[in-house]
Every structure is written in structure tokens, then in C-alpha cells.
Nanobody, 121 residues
Framework: QVQLVESGGGLVQPGGSLTLSCVAS????????MGWARQAPGKQRELVAR???????IYADSVKGRFTISRDNAKNTVYLQMDNLKPEDTAVYYC???????????????WGRGTQVTVSS
């Protein structure tokens, strides 16, 4: 079994910053890419950022220049540094990872339960 647990969400004023963290644990053999997605009320879940095993990254156009994704492979952890936050960034943020795990081995995209980020004055 694999678990992804997010932390770091909360309430922040426009222009502020937050850092999200996500730790993967369990019978993990290898983690390929890791990333963050978000879902605002009444909207579909959307990709925010993703980091590959070679540390290459992709970002949604709406967060480029404001958000930075990084990972610590030794800790099975992915981070999302969010700066200059805007009200439209308000959403539940979900960590996810493409993971080899278990016995017999399987490879799935696993998801955390999410952490709420609210940007409001």
C-alpha cells in the first residue's frame, strides 16, 4: 500500500506565499514523476505542476513565474512553493505520483487526499 500525505495548506492574503509538501510512504520501489493538481469549486481538476525523475518541470500557464515545484528523492517528498498568490488560486491541492510499489509489483498514479488553499483578504 502507498500513501501520499499533503501538508502546508491554509489561508493567505493576496500576494502572499505558501509552501505545500507531500510525502509518499509505503512499499515503494520507484517514484517516477511527482506533481500537484488542484480543483476549485465547480471546476475540473487541473494540472498545476509536475517534476520528472531528471528534475525537468512543467507548469500550468496560470502559475508560471509564481509557483516552483521541487522534489527530494531521498525523502520521497515533493514541494510546491507558491508566491504572489491570487484569489483564483483558491482550491484543494492534490499531490500525485507515478509509483512502482507493492508485491506483486504494480505501477499506478497515486493521489493524496488534498489540502485546502484559500487566498482571500
Amino acid at each position: 500500500q502507498v500513501q501520499l500525505v499533503e501538508s502546508g495548506g491554509g489561508l493567505v492574503q493576496p500576494g502572499g506565499s505558501l509552501t505545500l509538501s507531500c510525502v509518499a510512504s509505503g512499499s515503494i520501489f520507484k517514484i517516477y514523476d511527482m506533481g500537484w493538481a488542484r480543483q476549485a469549486p465547480g471546476k475540473q481538476r487541473e494540472l498545476v505542476a509536475r517534476v520528472s525523475t531528471d528534475d525537468s518541470t512543467i507548469y500550468a500557464d496560470s502559475v508560471k513565474g509564481r509557483f516552483t515545484i521541487s522534489r527530494d528523492n531521498a525523502k520521497n517528498t515533493v514541494y510546491l512553493q507558491m508566491d504572489n498568490l491570487k484569489p483564483e488560486d483558491t482550491a484543494v491541492y492534490y499531490c500525485n505520483g507515478d509509483i512502482n510499489w507493492g508485491s506483486p509489483m504494480r505501477r499506478n498514479r497515486e493521489w493524496g487526499r488534498g489540502t485546502q488553499v484559500t487566498v482571500s483578504s
